[in-house]
């Protein structure tokens, strides 16, 4: 971490402060912003990941809001303030991770089901009928894929004892991980407030793109009774206070899924602008302005941001399921290095990939395939392939899914990629920045600030409690940290990117229809 980003309050600024919580896939950590966006103190939980069958991954919620509260109250120790210098609590969550509870004891009904989980694919497959993957994406620019939320949901209610009469009869909640986080923070089972935003609503599957509410013949088809769903909010609103601890009283103003928030911590407030997160997956989204933007090419149409009553901003998205995963993968069950920043180090001590290709499809690829079937290949081994050249693979895989996802957008919207915003852990590697400023042939940009999503939600949060004025004020404190150009010969690129095409198509249809996931 830079000075500028700093755990203590040397480089803070004069209050007041916004305190944002993310709740992402492998930790939860909150930060505490000034007015210059400039970070004053961060403190982060990491939570299990918890596998109890091949494909299927979950996690405790109970274990996530124990942590949520716990780096909250940290960050706010760091930084030496007290309530009365923080105006508002914003949210940013892992987004299709889904979960059920009681609404009487708070309880889980069962543990959360991760976004990356495949458990679901029989029953996607059943859902698709005759129709197939399209069935409901004009109305909610999703394919029916394993990644969405309403069918986790269907999934619990089917395997979970008694579940579907309790939820039935309005006793169980639904939601991902931001209700869970916000309603716990406003109360809980003393008047917890069940919410979620337009951005999180627009990854179930189950709420219509055009007028932001639940579909209830989609519900009904689906099989998730209404009566379990939060109310649909905008993504930057005070949706109550939170009740309890170390800023009970502060006002909860934002909610976006991470993704969202990453868009709108790299002020992409403008059509065409595009930036991409790398994180434990790679999440690469473009802004389409007020109009919904069908895919005809592998990509998602999904809801960007709705600031209070403004009207909700669209974009594009392609989604990467296996990116920073690979490196620990790599790490934790491979052993081929010690710490995920090795991989630069060993990657870097070999010219190119010795002709080895790694697509990482451990859990079926998503944008722009959609082959829940697919499973990892590498492809194109030979005795002189070394670890270094595997770890370069490894590293090469996340900038050609990347380069897969660019070109469907610039199909799509008609929209040439100028530049890439970039944020997220992986970004910290050199050698991969580099690497996908090449395959990409566009300048890659990193921001002074790299913690661009929970950013985001502390921008959100700002903007509904009048912390910053305008989205202008919010421009104006993005900065450029870092440019990485395009260095490579074009006929290489040409070579190489064909070459990655061809194992991609290796790794489709692995398994059969009857096969488990």
Known sequence: MSDAQSTGTSSRGAGPFIAAIDQGTTSSRCIVFDVDARIVAVDQKEHRQIFPKPGWVEHDAKEIWVNVQEVLANAVE???ITKADVLAIGITNQRETTML????????????????????SGLVREL???????????????????????????????????????????DILFGTMDSWV?????????????????????????????????????CNSIGVPMAMLPKIRSSSEVYGTAKGGPLNGVPVASALGDQQAALFGQTCFAEGE?????????????????????????????VGYRIGDQPAVYALEGSIAVT????????????????APEIETLASSVEDNGGAYFVPAF???????????????????TGYVTKAHIARAVLEATAWQTREISDAMTKDSKVELTSLKVDGGMTANNLLMQTLANVLDAPVVRPMV??????????????????????DALRANWRRAAEWTPDMDQSRRAREYKNWLKAVERTKAWLDDDEDS
Do not use: C
């Open 274 to 302: 595009a930036k991409s997160t790398y994180g434990t997956g790679t999440f690469m989204l473009m802004n389409t302005a007020n109009k919904p933007i069908n895919s005809y090419n592998g990509l998602l149409t999904t």
């Open 128 to 170: 698709g009928r005759n129709v197939g993957q399209d069935r409901f994406r004009r109305d909610t620019g999703l394919p029916l894929a394993t990644y969405f939320a309403g069918p986790k949901a269907r999934w619990l209610l089917d395997n979970v004892e008694g579940l579907r009469e309790r939820a039935e009869s309005g």
């Open 363 to 381: 859990s079926g690829l998503f944008a722009p395939h959609w082959d829940s079937s697919a499973r990892g290949v590498i492809a194109g081994l």
């Open 450 to 471: 790299a913690e661009t999503t929970v950013l985001g939600a502390a921008y959100a949060a700002g903007l509904a409690v009048g912390f910053w004025p305008d989205t």
């Open 324 to 339: 920073g995963a690979l490196v620990q993968w790599m790490r934790d069950q491979m052993g081929l290095i010690n710490t």
């Open 182 to 218: 916000i309603w716990n923070l406003t109360g809980g089972v003393n008047g917890g407030v069940h919410v979620t935003d337009v951005t999180n609503a627009s990854r179930t599957m189950l709420m219509r793109l055009d007028t932001l509410e639940w579909d209830p013949k989609i």
């Open 78 to 80: 760091k930084a030496g």
């Open 101 to 120: 509870w009681d609404k009487k004891t708070g309880e889980p009904v069962h543990n959360a089901i991760v976004w990356q989980d495949t458990r679901t």
